[in-house]
């Protein structure tokens, strides 16, 4: 069992939006963000689903070291739905050096080495002396750049397991908070669009010609998005508001079945909703609804229905956000812990977008229009390649 902790304070910058309103009215009239790939020098056909404005973003004098695509990202996140105002607010309260940071994204800064590779020196090949790996590319520089900026002290750290990262940093700062070293914590996921994974993705064969189709009979693949989420966690206090936002449970497992590949009866992902749920002390069947990992490829989907169908009895209504938002990372498991955080305080059980003839052979409950319903648990998945898989269980307080 675990203590609760109060979720205060959250926000999400996406391709379907900047902030909480954008975000939320996105959801409600499933629109989604993908759009034809014009991404930089990138010749692929494919979709992808990038943050407008993210070039034209300015970082503070103090902190230039840090930019790059990554961190601007970061910054323009911060600035969403007051979020570094309730962040600085939280370090004054318990002392910066109780307030952890904890930050999962999955390639940080490599754009920022894409570039420095194209002006390499001629003759010697050396890379630009004004390239700084620590502050910009650096899986570490984001959690970094968070801590400087919002003026925390206490513990930081990156957690970069592919697309589980921006998941089980809300295990790490549990850890902490339990273990009396904090007494909140800043935690999300930031992860830019870059050339590696556009292309890295594409020689795996993973990306779709279209945009993504989670669940549906014809799905070939991702659409590859950016985002940055954030969440400020603190120790539950005395009263709470009907509406506030809890995190129950986390469940972590690690199957290791393959680099890239689920295990084909999605056993590491069973284990980790298991994992929440016996953290939360629930019974799958009070899990109202379960946002699915949902990446559209034929493996992950097919892997992640098994692993559903063999906890849920219930067979509890579930969807993919990722048709909307485009598979962002390491950002992920943060943009979709927001999403069904604000499935819960609007009642709102959000459709899979650009799903047009559901898998029959998915034996899920997969929503393909938003459904109005009572709901006061929400379980949501993130599973990265190597077989790191993280489930999140989060519920209203009233």
């Known amino acids: 069992m675990t203590t609760p902790l109060l979720m205060s304070r959250f926000t999400a910058t996406s391709c379907i939006g900047n902030g909480l309103a954008a975000t939320r009215e996105s959801l409600q009239r499933q629109r989604s963000g993908l759009q034809a790939c014009r991404f930089e020098t990138v010749d692929l056909a494919t979709y992808i689903g990038e943050v407008a404005g993210v070039d034209a973003v300015s970082l503070p004098a103090k902190l230039h070291r840090y930019d790059c695509r990554n961190n601007r990202l970061a910054e323009l996140g911060l600035q969403q739905d007051g979020f570094l105002e309730a962040v600085q607010s939280a370090g004054h309260r318990y002392g910066a050096q109780r307030v952890g940071v904890f930050i999962g994204t999955s390639t940080a800064g490599i754009l920022q080495t894409e570039l420095a590779y194209r002006r390499r020196d001629p003759e010697s090949g050396a890379l630009p002396a004004d390239f ?25 750290a990156a957690v970069s397991s592919a697309c589980a990262s921006s998941a089980k940093v809300f295990a790490s700062a549990q850890r902490m908070i339990a273990a009396g070293v904090i007494d909140a914590a800043v935690v999300g996921g930031v992860d830019s669009l870059c050339l590696t994974t556009l292309y890295g993705f594409h020689s795996l064969q993973l990306t779709s010609a279209l945009p993504c189709r989670p669940f549906d009979r014809n799905r070939d693949g991702i659409s590859i998005g950016e985002a940055a989420a954030f969440a400020l966690l603190e120790r539950l206090p005395g009263s709470v508001a009907a509406d506030a936002i809890l995190l129950l449970g986390v469940g972590e497992s690690s199957d290791a079945h393959h680099m890239s590949a689920p295990h084909p009866e999605g056993l590491g992902a069973r284990r980790a909703m298991l994992a929440a749920l016996s953290a939360a002390q629930l019974d799958p069947a009070e899990i109202d609804y379960v946002n699915l990992h949902g990446t559209a490829t034929p493996s992950n989907d097919r892997a992640e229905s098994l692993a559903v169908s063999a906890v849920f009895a219930a067979n509890p209504p579930c969807s993919s956000t990722k048709g909307a938002t485009g598979h962002t990372l390491g950002a992920a498991g943060a943009l979709e812990a927001v999403i069904s955080a604000l499935a819960l305080q609007q ?3 959000p459709g ?3 799903t047009d003839e559901l898998d029959p052979t998915l034996a899920v409950h997969y929503l393909r229009e938003n459904c109005r319903q009572a709901a006061r648990r929400v379980l949501s998945n993130s599973f990265g390649f190597g077989g790191a898989n993280c489930s999140l269980i989060f519920g209203s307080a009233g």
């Open 352 to 354: 899979g977008v650009g």
């Open 347 to 349: 009642q709102l059980l």
């Open 132 to 156: 700084d790996y620590g502050a910009t590319h650096n899986s570490y520089s984001v959690a970094d750049y968070v801590r400087r900026r919002t003026g925390l002290t206490g513990p930081a």
